[in-house]
């Protein structure tokens, strides 16, 4: 068994950190000794913490699937990513010239289509998730693209936007009889 290499050093120590892996001195590991120290505690632990947060993980057996598999948000190439956010930015173009097919790069609606569907699988790429959803305003559109997110991102976006309700101001109507006075000076 042994750890996939698509996980990083730093989403490594995460894991310890939100499963509670008792390991002396993790954050001093390199990432070789790290995957080691990881998997000697897995082999000597019953169960762990289960997190309903980020990774969903409920049990061991889980986290050792998702340790020894290829890290499903690094699964781009950056030759790959750079063709996807190029796609991604010829598709804010479209939208950003008034929804119109012939100042853009796309020959017609089906390629338009076509790419717009390629780029809605890469939504944890934050240009990609504004380009669908600028996209998706699109009065031509009959049916909208969804955007694919891992749920660590649909709860990362989720807390962000609670937290923006949270600070926005308030407007509040109280209906009633109210007394105003003025003092004159």
């Not at 649909?154 to 600070?167: C, N, R, S």
């Not at 109507?173 to 105003?180: E, H, P, Q, T």
Request: charged share 35%; aromatic share 8%; hydrophobic share 35%.
């Amino acid at each position: 068994m042994k750890i996939h290499v698509s996980h990083s050093r730093k989403e490594l120590l995460e894991l310890c950190e939100v499963f509670e892996l008792d390991i002396p001195n993790y954050k001093e590991l390199l990432k070789k000794d790290l995957c080691q120290a990881i998997l000697y505690k897995l082999s000597t632990i019953d169960d762990i913490k289960p997190d309903n947060d980020f990774y969903y993980i409920e049990n061991k057996q889980e986290l050792i699937e998702y340790l020894t598999t290829p890290n499903q948000s690094k699964n781009l190439t950056i030759k790959e990513k750079d063709k996807i956010m190029l796609i991604a930015k010829k598709i804010i173009a479209y939208v950003n010239n008034g929804y119109w097919l012939t100042t853009s790069e796309f020959d017609d609606w089906d390629n338009l289509m076509k790419k717009a569907n390629e780029v809605a699988r890469y939504g944890d790429i934050p240009t990609c998730r504004r380009a669908i959803t600028l996209l998706n305003e699109d009065l031509k559109m009959d049916k909208k693209i969804e955007i694919i997110l891992s749920p660590r991102v649909k709860k990362q976006i989720e807390k962000k936007e609670a937290l923006k309700k949270k600070l926005a101001g308030h407007f509040q109507v109280k209906k009633g009889r109210f007394i105003i006075t003025f003092d004159l000076v």
